[in-house]
């Protein structure tokens, strides 16, 4: 048996979620056409069965933030959220938006995943939205800034070049054991991932500085036979966000509710009460203790105590 931890690395909105979630075949990290989208790190579970003189392989994949120079206390979180997810890694998928222009932001990724001492693969995202021709000198290009291991062009959207990428990861990854019982595909919970699916709605439904300065917390859940009742908190930083959250008559409110709702559904295979509250914080990003405190891995361990 072969397994490994593969972390995707990349600047924001380069298309690391989008990839997880085609390669596990599951809605496990949002996704939104605004950059810093994901604050945590998610891994998504993949078992490929053995095939021709190779071993069944489970591959662990980590999505994480968009690298970025942080600013604040949340963002400093989001990038220690990826020096952790590099920590122990076996393989690095640096994946990069081939349809922008490439400039110092790279570079920086670049020596930050270089410096992990770890195989890296390139991965070229987003072919879909370049000609053909273009991809080759781009190739080019980035090679001779570093020697990786593989350079892999995929359009994660379209899910194309997504077998040869696996192919080329379940090669790379060393004799290991089953971390995870095979019919596990995330480390997330669900109550968590339901707090990532509102938070995606906030940031569809809302411009500027609000999707940014919003965050959700699951207050309260409970399982019944035929229904779920959740109770959820979106806090933002000011009282005008609040009045921008909620909207006229409560209408963006009640928006944001229902198309989560439904998703959550989906998620539970079951019916969902959800509450929506919206609370003000100010200036929570700049908090080490909130931003301590919203951490799904920190909230996991007051609910049932610490895993290890
Ligand atoms: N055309 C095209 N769009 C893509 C592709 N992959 C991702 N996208 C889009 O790019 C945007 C960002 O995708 P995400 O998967 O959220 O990117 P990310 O790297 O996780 O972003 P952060 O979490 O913000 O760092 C979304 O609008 C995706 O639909 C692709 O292969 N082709
Ligand atoms: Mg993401």
Not at 34 to 39: S, V, Y
Not at 171 to 199: C, H, M, V, W
Not at 267 to 274: A, E, H, R
Request: aromatic fraction near 6%.
């Amino acid at each position: 048996m072969r397994s490994g931890f593969v972390t995707i690395v990349g600047r924001p909105n380069a298309g690391k979620s989008t990839l997880l979630n085609a390669l596990v075949g599951a809605k496990l990290a949002i996704v939104t056409h605004k950059p810093q989208t994901t604050r945590n790190r998610v891994q998504g579970i993949l078992n490929v069965p053995a095939k021709k003189g190779r071993p069944a392989t489970q591959v662990i994949l980590i999505d994480t933030p968009g690298v970025h120079r942080a600013e604040t206390r949340l963002n400093e979180k989001m990038m220690r959220e990826v020096h952790e997810a590099l920590e122990g890694s076996d393989l690095i998928l640096m994946i990069t938006d081939v349809s922008h222009k490439s400039d110092a932001g790279d570079q920086y990724v670049l020596d930050l995943v270089t410096r992990a001492n770890t195989p890296i693969f390139l991965v070229l995202n987003k072919v879909d939205k370049i000609e053909k021709p273009k991809l080759l000198p781009e190739i080019e290009r980035w090679s001779r800034l570093y020697n990786f291991k593989e350079v892999i062009p995929i359009s994660a959207l379209k899910k194309d070049g997504l077998d040869d990428l696996l192919r080329v990861i379940v090669n790379a990854l060393p004799e290991g054991p089953e971390y995870f019982p095979k019919n596990q595909i995330t480390d997330q919970p669900e109550r968590f991932l339901a707090s990532e699916i509102i938070r995606e709605q906030v940031l569809i439904s809302t411009a500027q500085e609000v999707p940014y300065a919003s965050t959700v917390v699951i207050e309260r859940w409970e399982d019944e036979p035929k229904l779920t009742r959740i109770a959820a908190a979106i806090y933002c930083e000011r009282e005008g966000q609040k009045a921008i959250l909620i909207g006229k008559q409560g209408m963006k409110l009640k928006e944001i509710g229902t198309a989560a709702r439904l998703q959550i559904e989906k998620m539970l295979s079951k019916k969902v009460f959800l509450e929506l509250f919206v609370k003000v914080q100010p200036e929570w990003r700049n908090s080490r203790r909130f931003v301590e405190e919203i951490d799904w891995r920190r909230q996991l361990e007051n609910l049932v105590g610490p895993t290890e």
